[in-house]
């Protein structure tokens, strides 16, 4: 059976398929990222600088292609998937700027006399395992600041992004990578396994489910590898003291049903202060019924269909359980009927422990929504999850607001705004959200060799 092959969620129609590599081919990607290694790292700053920038060139010369591959590979609306190449080329242009001055040599108060420095350098040939989400996004969040330290990449996409994994690596190699800088890999989970206990491949980044997380930390801890991972979320959406409800609302609909749910920081958890309650339900639950899947090509749809029929699958069971031990539907809650993979936007409340949309992320067009009593009892709710993504806070007195920050068990809190994404933030979560954090300075902080150089005065 193929594995790598483009199934527009759209239609349920597979469009083309492709071979998954050989051992061989395997065997021979890692040599070529490992050859070059020596190369990319003792290459100047000017020329990783240069390469980025050419990179984001690339991307925004091509950005309606690049769109309109996405849309049909995993169903992202094809304006959403335009903004997703505008933060991309923020991200490679960012590097390419900030770049330089993060490497610079970091010196150190020496008691014995002498001098001491921290020298920033790359460690060799990286694994990267990307989602299907954010087909181009999590790729350079990963990418830029690895290649500006002087690493190279292997990277192995989601086996429904097989065309836009190939756009990447043409992107690179059009904009004058030296071979082995930027090698993509259609590989099966087997090949995988055998990469990360190669000892030519020097760490590992992965960005997806939990399950897969563990898998690929479990196999690199026994390989001594670094691992950095991003995974789930079940990211809490804080209504306090809100100065605009309706400012409110809609960060609130923009921040869940973006890119169909399908975000690990999505708004998924929606908490409520009892007195704000009953006029967020009704102005969210109307909002939510404006928003009418449609076709992803569409310049003017908010929300198309879900990545997979899987995916689909997956968001009605846990619906059907929370329904059938009580949760109340507000709004949506059906399948759609048509060819491809299509849900309703979704409303619950009444959500309770026991239930698999009280326990499990939601990844999809469902939101729910919990009435609270006070700000501690927000507070708990929200800290009341395995994972520990994002979450944000909607309150007028940023004092407040930052407070309640500060007792938030997350990697990321966004006040008076829904959850985003910039080249210059950290991203990343604490408990099973994952280990590590891309993007800003903390990018190029993770596979970096920091190396001490101590000279000593005679």
Known sequence: MTTYKIVNPATGKTEREFPEATDAEIQAAVDRAHQAFGGWRASGQKDRVALLNRVAELYAERKDELAAIITREMGKPVAQARGEIDIVVSIYRYYAANGP???????????????????????????????????????????????????????????QCPESALAMERIFAEAGAPDGTYVNLFATNEQVSTIIADPRVQGVSLTGSERAGSAVAEQ???????????????????????????????????????????ACNAAKRIIVLDEHYDAFVDKFTAAVGTVVPGDPSDPSTFMGPLS??????????????????????????????????????????????????????????????YRVSSEDE???????????????????????????ASRLDTGMVYINQAEGSAAELPFGGVKRSGIGRELGKYGMEEFVNKKLVRVKRR
């Not at 001098?115 to 969040?141: C, D, H, T």
């Open 101 to 159: 001055k993060f490497l610079v040599d970091e010196e150190l108060e020496v008691a014995g006399g002498g001098s001491a420095v921290v020298r920033k350098e790359g460690i060799g040939a990286l694994l990267g395992i990307m989602p299907w989400n954010f087909p181009y996004y999590q790729v350079a969040r990963f990418a830029a600041p690895n290649l500006m330290l002087g690493n190279t990449i292997l990277l192995k996409h989601a086996p």
């Open 220 to 262: 690199a801890g026994r390989h001594l590898k670094k691992v950095v991972l991003e995974l789930g979320g079940s990211d809490p959406f804080l209504v306090l003291q809100p100065e605009d409800l309706d400012k409110t609302v809609k960060y609130a609909v923009t921040g869940r049903f973006g890119n169909a749910g399908q």
């Open 308 to 369: 997979s029929a899987g995916a689909v699958e997956t968001l009605a069971a846990q619906i059907e359980d929370a329904v059938a031990k009580g949760a109340t539907v507000l709004a949506g809650g059906r399948r759609i009927d048509r060819e491809g993979a299509w849900y309703e936007p979704t409303v619950l409340t009444g959500v309770e422990p026991g239930m698999r949309a009280f326990e499990e992320e939601l990844f999809g067009p469902a939101a729910v929504i």
């Open 378 to 404: 927000a507070v708990e709710l929200a800290n009341n999850t395995p994972y520990g993504l994002g979450a944000a806070i909607q309150c007028a007195d940023e004092d407040r607001a930052l407070e309640i």
